[in-house]
């Protein structure tokens, strides 16, 4: 994406659950506004192509595999970045999602899903933060989702881990306000990824199940009339990490199209 407003010019990200989706989507974004990302995900192959492309023309971004879920790994990650570059934004956008029936949710399932979504989220967080509240600047957006705060039927385990990575996140801007540190929320609503396609196969059954919605399963429609791109949430997630957005923290910006009528 080539974007002309320069809003991160000279400044450095760290975007997780860069490889694909939405975390890709926001690397693309702040690349074309200036930055340089260290893209981290799991998925090491989809992240150095994803760096190949991205390094094609001038260096933009290093890919960094490791996983979330792993505290020592990511302490380790960290400490290696910060040798090369202070982190100045950080986008937490890695997550999963397995569908499943309360009845049918596994403790393996239950704690595999918290474990990135929420665990993953506190253990970068807190390795990025306690750096950028010691030279008293930073900014902090966590992608959590509208199924954060509106029950979703056979996503429980995903709701409340998302539910728990947004307030997380909001607790932590309140507690490192006073060091300069702003962290914000973005939760969108149904988004364009793989991780949709996944649970609503072809674009008739999400067409039907999502925009039209479904009171079987209690699910409202989107008001807007169309799924997200994963651009609409980079878009988000930018606002909130520049200085257009200086005098916020702890808020949380829903982007559904309407579809939790908030």
Same mark, same amino acid.
């Given at each position: 994406?080539?974007?002309?407003s320069?809003?991160?010019?000279?400044?450095?990200a760290l975007?997780t659950?860069?490889?694909?989706?939405?975390?890709e989507?926001?690397?693309?974004?702040?690349?074309?506004?200036?930055a340089?990302?260290?893209?981290?995900?799991?998925?090491?192959?989809?992240?150095?192509?994803?760096?190949?492309?991205?390094? #094609?023309?001038?260096?933009?971004?290093?890919?960094?595999t490791?996983?979330?879920?792993d505290?020592?790994?990511v302490e $380790?990650?960290?400490?290696?970045?910060e040798?090369?570059r202070p982190?100045d934004?950080?986008v937490?956008?890695?997550?999963?999602?397995?569908a499943?029936?309360?009845?049918?949710?596994?403790?393996e399932l239950w704690?595999?899903?918290?474990?990135?979504n #929420?665990? $993953?989220?506190?253990?970068?967080?807190r390795?990025?933060?306690?750096?950028m509240?010691?030279?008293?600047?930073g900014?902090?957006?966590?992608?959590a989702?509208n199924a954060?705060?509106?029950?979703?039927?056979?996503?429980?385990?995903?709701?409340?881990?998302?539910a728990?990575?947004a307030m997380?996140?909001r607790c932590?801007?309140?507690e490192l306000?006073?060091?300069?540190?702003?962290?914000?929320?973005?939760?969108?609503?149904s988004?364009?990824t793989?991780?949709?396609?996944?649970?609503?196969?072809?674009?008739?059954?999400?067409?039907?199940?999502?925009?039209?919605?479904?009171?079987?399963r209690?699910r409202l429609?989107?008001?807007?009339?169309?799924? #997200?791109?994963?651009?609409?949430?980079?878009?988000?997630? #930018?606002?909130?990490?520049?200085?257009e957005?200086?005098?916020?923290t702890?808020?949380?910006?829903?982007i559904?199209?309407?579809?939790?009528l908030?």
């Amino acid at each position: 994406m080539e974007l002309s407003s320069g809003r991160f010019t000279d400044r450095c990200a760290l975007v997780t659950g860069a490889a694909r989706g939405i975390g890709e989507a926001v690397v693309r974004r702040l690349i074309g506004e200036g930055a340089f990302v260290f893209g981290v995900d799991r998925n090491g192959d989809r992240l150095e192509s994803l760096s190949a492309e991205l390094n #094609a023309t001038r260096r933009t971004m290093q890919a960094v595999t490791v996983d979330i879920a792993d505290a020592a790994a990511v302490e $380790g990650a960290i400490e290696r970045i910060e040798a090369e570059r202070p982190i100045d934004l950080l986008v937490n956008a890695a997550g999963v999602l397995q569908a499943a029936a309360f009845e049918a949710t596994t403790p393996e399932l239950w704690l595999a899903t918290f474990a990135v979504n #929420a665990h $993953g989220t506190f253990f970068v967080s807190r390795a990025v933060t306690r750096r950028m509240a010691a030279r008293r600047v930073g900014s902090v957006v966590t992608v959590a989702s509208n199924a954060g705060s509106t029950p979703r039927v056979g996503m429980s385990a995903y709701c409340a881990s998302k539910a728990a990575a947004a307030m997380l996140t909001r607790c932590m801007g309140l507690e490192l306000a006073r060091s300069g540190v702003r962290c914000n929320v973005v939760s969108p609503g149904s988004t364009d990824t793989p991780m949709l396609r996944a649970i609503a196969e072809g674009p008739e059954e999400r067409a039907r199940l999502l925009i039209e919605g479904d009171l079987g399963r209690h699910r409202l429609g989107i008001p807007l009339g169309r799924i #997200a791109s994963p651009d609409d949430i980079a878009a988000g997630v #930018a606002f909130l990490l520049s200085e257009e957005a200086k005098h916020v923290t702890m808020h949380e910006l829903l982007i559904d199209g309407g579809a939790t009528l908030g």
